[in-house]
């Protein structure tokens, strides 16, 4: 499958997602499920279709994770849903992948075949895609948490605080098992677990900022808008993390962690 097929492919897994997205207005589960099942599985066919046409799995560049991203906002949407039956999320989750499909559409960064032998490692995949689906949830709680401190303000009801803690506890889950394979992968690809390259050193204190708002939040006298911005803080460690690294000199000399462009 070569990437200029990626449109079509695309354009037929948002417009599914936007009518999931209005069937949960509608109230109409059902709908809701088909169409935005539906789309995803569209969305991973050309997914798996790159994987077998690169020989390998499509993680190495910005590009690359950017397609998971895309793919597992819907996703984290739909498992929302599910649990909550909160109707905004699914139309988040499909603008927002929108936004990340459009910016491969126009800077694709899709590379070789080739995979460096540190990335052949098993845990490499599972590293990464358990990574996507955490910044997925972790996005949808910054969202609502930007909702809560500059719309809502004090009408905000104690649910909406405990949308943001369910998406923050169940990201923030998804973020230890991945930084977790990433120590597996880190010992099979260079024989240690942890080395405190400048990848490592942000992720641990991306982790450690959202460990301090989930235990912040369990103090019984908190400030409910000062945990709203240590969450937007966390989220900007997450940001710096996740690509910020690249364009630091010391990464760009040292890490081994940063993307291919």
Same mark, same amino acid.
């Given at each position: 499958m070569?990437?200029?097929? *990626?449109?079509y *492919?695309?354009?037929?897994?948002?417009?599914?997602?936007?009518?999931?997205?209005y069937?949960?207005?509608?109230?109409k589960?059902? %709908?809701?499920?088909?169409?935005?099942?539906l789309g995803?599985?569209?969305f991973?066919?050309?997914?798996l279709?790159?994987?077998?046409?690169?020989?390998?799995p499509p993680?190495?560049?910005?590009?690359?994770?950017?397609?998971?991203y895309?793919?597992?906002?819907?996703l984290a949407?739909?498992m929302?849903?599910?649990?909550?039956h909160?109707?905004?999320i699914?139309?988040?989750?499909t603008?927002?992948s929108?936004?990340?499909?459009?910016v491969?559409l126009f800077?694709?960064e899709?590379?070789?075949?080739?995979?460096m032998?540190?990335?052949?490692?098993?845990w490499f995949?599972?590293?990464v895609i358990?990574?996507m689906f955490?910044y997925?949830?972790?996005?949808?709680a910054?969202?609502?948490a930007v909702? %809560?401190?500059? *719309?809502k303000?004090?009408?905000?009801?104690?649910e909406?605080?405990d949308?943001?803690?369910?998406?923050?506890?169940?990201g923030?889950?998804?973020?230890?098992?991945?930084?977790?394979?990433?120590a597996?992968w880190?010992?099979?690809?260079?024989g240690?677990?942890w080395?405190?390259?400048?990848?490592?050193?942000?992720?641990?204190?991306?982790? *450690?900022s959202y460990?301090?708002?989930i235990?912040?939040?369990?103090?019984?006298?908190?400030?409910r808008?000062?945990?709203l911005?240590?969450?937007?803080?966390s989220?900007? %460690?997450?940001?710096m993390c996740?690509?910020?690294?690249n364009?630091?000199?010391?990464a760009?000399?040292?890490?081994?962690?940063?993307?291919?462009?």
């Amino acid at each position: 499958m070569s990437w200029e097929y *990626f449109v079509y *492919f695309a354009v037929v897994s948002v417009l599914l997602w936007a009518l999931g997205a209005y069937a949960a207005w509608r109230s109409k589960s059902a %709908l809701v499920y088909a169409a935005t099942g539906l789309g995803l599985l569209v969305f991973l066919a050309f997914i798996l279709s790159m994987w077998v046409s690169l020989e390998r799995p499509p993680l190495r560049t910005m590009g690359e994770t950017r397609l998971w991203y895309s793919f597992f906002l819907p996703l984290a949407g739909l498992m929302v849903y599910s649990r909550w039956h909160y109707k905004w999320i699914l139309t988040f989750s499909t603008i927002l992948s929108l936004v990340f499909i459009c910016v491969n559409l126009f800077k694709p960064e899709i590379h070789s075949k080739t995979l460096m032998p540190a990335l052949q490692s098993p845990w490499f995949a599972p590293h990464v895609i358990v990574y996507m689906f955490a910044y997925a949830l972790l996005g949808a709680a910054t969202v609502m948490a930007v909702y %809560l401190l500059f *719309f809502k303000q004090q009408s905000a009801t104690a649910e909406e605080y405990d949308i943001t803690d369910n998406l923050v506890g169940t990201g923030f889950a998804f973020m230890t098992f991945g930084m977790l394979f990433g120590a597996l992968w880190a010992k099979e690809a260079w024989g240690h677990y942890w080395s405190w390259d400048p990848k490592e050193t942000w992720a641990a204190i991306t982790w *450690f900022s959202y460990l301090v708002y989930i235990h912040y939040r369990q103090v019984p006298s908190h400030n409910r808008r000062l945990a709203l911005w240590v969450l937007l803080v966390s989220f900007v %460690l997450l940001q710096m993390c996740w690509w910020g690294i690249n364009y630091l000199p010391s990464a760009q000399a040292t890490s081994v962690h940063t993307y291919s462009n």
